[in-house]
């Protein structure tokens, strides 16, 4: 049997990626047809941009599927992704930390996010400056004030250019953060470990500059209709 077009552009898309990298499978507005027939090849972990999405999906779907919050979350949607999301990665001010971490006292379990760092020109695009961070991890007790969260590390978007430089040392200085958040010794433990960075158009500029996570979604699904 010849294999599938979406066979092919996943194939091409795992040879690109280390093994120490994770292959998030953006499936925002896909249908739940596209996402059991990637699953069937094997990929487990799917990232979803909206919240009625992704709470809406997540029954249709088998139980192992292993979901990521991607997009930008609003606090009033915020009870529309616990207990169905396994990691939020764009938590982008201390008022959304504040507003998960009350939820997840009420649930009675930790949730699990990333930081998201404004590294864009873009003002579109969100999350803390990196010198907000630098400040406010140098403050005792930072990530104890949100105790129902475990801090998994950042996340970011470069730029929207043809730069490649531009983007390559946007990634560069998200990792450089990176690794000062580790030395910094404000998030205690080994869970301070995820780099989530580049999409289809930019993931190896990302891996290169030590992304431990790739957001791709039109180069395994193909461009939308």
Same mark, same amino acid.
């Given at each position: ?5 979406? +066979? ?8 690109? *990626? ?13 249908? %739940? ?7 069937? &090849?094997?990929?487990?972990? /799917?990232?979803? =941009? ?10 249709? #779907?088998?139980?192992? *599927?292993?979901?990521? @919050?991607?997009?930008? #979350?609003?606090?009033?949607? %915020?009870? #529309?992704? !616990?207990?169905?999301?396994? !990691? ?7 008022? !959304?930390?504040?507003? !998960? =971490? ?13 930081? $998201? ?5 873009? +003002?579109?695009?969100?999350? /803390? ?8 991890? $140098? ?14 590390? &950042?996340?970011?978007?470069?730029? =929207? ?5 531009? *983007?390559? =040392?946007? /990634?560069?200085?998200?990792?450089? &953060? @990176?690794? +000062?958040? *580790? ?8 869970? /301070?470990? +995820? ?9 190896? #500029? ?14 395994? @699904?193909?461009?939308?209709?």
């Amino acid at each position: 049997m010849e294999p599938s077009a979406l +066979e092919e552009r996943y194939a091409r898309v795992k040879a690109a *990626i280390p093994a120490h990298v994770k292959l998030i499978a953006v499936s925002k507005t896909r249908t %739940v047809e596209e996402i059991r027939a990637l699953y069937a &090849l094997g990929q487990r972990a /799917f990232g979803e =941009n909206y919240p009625q999405e992704l709470k809406a999906k997540a029954p249709q #779907l088998p139980s192992d *599927i292993e979901w990521h @919050f991607i997009g930008h #979350l609003q606090r009033s949607n %915020v009870k #529309l992704v !616990l207990g169905i999301a396994h !990691l939020i990665h764009g938590v982008d001010s201390e008022r !959304l930390l504040d507003e !998960l =971490n009350k939820r997840a006292q009420t649930l009675g379990r930790p949730v699990d996010v990333l930081l $998201q760092v404004h590294i864009a020109q873009e +003002e579109t695009k969100h999350g /803390f400056s990196p010198e907000e961070l630098r400040t406010r991890v $140098q403050e005792p007790g930072f990530a104890e004030q949100w105790p129902g969260l475990r801090i998994h590390g &950042l996340m970011g978007m470069a730029t =929207n250019t043809g730069d490649r430089a531009q *983007i390559a =040392n946007e /990634f560069a200085g998200l990792a450089r &953060l @990176f690794k +000062e958040m *580790i030395a910094s010794g404000a998030f205690p433990g080994r869970s /301070f470990s +995820e780099l989530s960075m580049g999409m289809t158009g930019d993931m190896d #500029l990302a891996i290169a500059a030590g992304s431990t996570m790739v957001r791709v979604g039109t180069a395994i @699904f193909g461009e939308r209709d």
